[in-house]
């Protein structure tokens, strides 16, 4: 319940953070060039200066600007995003059909980055300054330095063009439908590639903390004491130095949930995924701002979401946390 | 000069500041190796490299120079690169120094919206950014310097927090210092080279950010940048993949070149945490 209770209030501290933001890009988008009805007038090929001003009139862009923050701000308390006027859908119903791809894409390559991240990162610590190490520490900075964009597109050219083992883009299959464990498995060999492109840059951050992290714990008093009671070395690594030497891993997962939504906008570009990230750019390319503006709640709103959720594991591995409150 | 002989005894740092070096070689010498301009079409399309000893690294889709373009392109990342790290420098030391030096309010405020840049992810900030302001290369320099401030400045208050109750901050205040003096002159030099050390870090996402918007094409179409031509290359994809390929390598190298001349700076300042 403590741990609850801790989280809850990081979480509530963090409502004001959300509102600045959105004040912040909301009186930021107002000095874009041009408005929505700039946006529709243009799709539906132009019209006359009094059809703009009745539709100005329509969508409350005649007001002044406060009184167009307060009716945002209004209709956002009520969970209401806006209308898009390119998608011609609510905003809310456009971001959530393209949430679930990124969700996925995100969840896919954090998990694949820090699993493998906390591997490599065990092996180069136990082989410190030997071949694993500086193999494992090389391809970290190599790994690092590559545009996620770029890995993405060799990875097409050498498994989809090339070796024509996984499909280069999309999110499933749509010639044919499929059902239950096909649309799955289908699905999942669409993610293989966007996942690997942008889990790769994590991974390189997540080993080397990771690395450095354990040679850490490694260094302290219990682990000495550990050894000196005759426990095999598995024994300590495992439930002594792994345990401890994760908390700067799960403190990188909240640091860097943003680091990774920006990512998937590129990702979910090369492979065209119907995703958050891509429904990003489009807005930009189409001046859809309203849209714009909703992504940008919606990440921020990703971002608490999953600091709240490392503030939860966070007390679960180290019970000091919850107990100082 | 301890740590120059120290920053010289890593291989991987003497590798760093070689391939550092070539990439400044590049953009310096771009003006005399390629006299015409980059984006004018020089020859055939799709010539494949090593084929044509007049285009060494082949031609692009509309018949480009791509070793032109590669050159060129070393000055436009490393301009923006470093002109964008300055200005999210100077904002975080300015944001941090002022937050860590005052604390209360000032500090509260200042952190409240560290926290907001924070929570938005950076690249769509950008992507916002960029809708708003357009794109040409001042535009997108700036907008990648903005979104780039709070980690140093969540660095630059750290230090200044640890640093304000030292004995020397106080002799100052003591002789009647004003707080600027005692900001700029006094604590400030002590707690910058932590700060500098991480701007390596802000210019190799810098370099990275730039070339995803450029790959977007949301980024300045009127210059030979890296980012431009494998987003151009992409509609080559299937058969003259080299096009995508050999600007992807060049941005490899000067960000790997950047992050290793970083670390061997840090490794040569901090001594301690070498032997790790």
Known sequence: ?325 | MDAVKRYFRSPAAVIGLILLLLVIAMAISAGLLYPRDPLALAGRPLIWPFSNPRFLLGTDNSGRDIAAQIFYGARISLLIGGVATVIAILIGILVGAFAGYYGGWVDNVLMRITEAFQTLPNFVLLLVLVAVFGSTLTTVTIAVGVVSWPAPARLTRAEFLSLRNREFVQAGKTLGMKDVQLILGEILPNALPPVIVYASVVMAVAILLESALAFLRLSDPNVASWGNLIGLGRDVLRVQWYVSAIPGIAILVTVLAVSLVGQGLNDALNPRLKSR
Do not use: C
Request: aromatic residues 10%; without cysteine; charged residues 15%.
């Open chain 1, 1 to 325: 319940m403590r741990i609850l209770s801790l989280a809850g209030r990081r979480l509530a501290a963090s409502i004001p953070t959300l509102f600045l933001i959105l004040i912040g890009v909301f009186l930021l988008l107002q000095l874009a060039p041009g408005d929505t009805v700039d946006a529709l007038m243009a799709q539906m090929g132009g019209g006359d200066a009094a059809t703009a001003e009745a539709l100005r009139k329509f969508y409350g862009l005649d007001l002044s600007v406060p009184a167009q923050l307060g009716n945002y701000l209004w209709h956002l308390v009520r969970l209401d995003l806006g209308f898009s006027s390119i998608y011609g859908k609510p905003v809310a119903t456009v971001i959530l059909e393209r949430l679930p791809p990124t969700i996925l894409l995100m969840t896919a390559s954090l998990s694949f980055a820090f699993f493998f991240g906390l591997v490599f990162g065990v092996i180069a610590s136990r082989g410190v300054n030997r071949w694993p190490d500086t193999l494992i520490s090389t391809l970290g900075l190599i790994f690092y330095a590559t545009p996620s964009f770029w890995f993405g597109l060799m990875a097409i050219v050498v498994f989809s063009v090339y070796l024509q083992w996984l499909p280069p883009g999309g999110f499933e299959d749509i010639g044919t439908v499929q059902t239950g464990i096909w649309r799955v498995l289908d699905i999942a060999a669409h993610l293989v590639l966007p996942t690997l492109t942008l889990g790769l840059i994590f991974l390189a951050i997540y080993l080397r903390i990771m690395r450095a992290s354990m040679l850490e714990v490694l260094n302290l008093d219990f682990v000495r004491t550990a050894r000196a009671k005759g426990l095999d070395e598995t024994h300590v690594i495992t439930r002594h130095v792994l345990r401890n030497a994760l908390l700067p891993m799960v403190t990188l997962i909240g640091l860097q949930a943003g680091t990774m939504l920006g990512g998937s906008v590129v990702v979910e570009s090369v492979f065209s995924l119907p995703g958050l990230g891509r429904l990003a750019y489009e807005s930009v390319v189409q001046r859809d701002l309203n849209t714009l503006l909703g992504i940008v709640f919606v990440s921020a709103l990703l971002v608490i979401s999953v600091n709240f959720v490392v503030d939860l594991l966070y007390a679960r591995l180290d019970p000091r946390i919850a107990a100082e409150g």
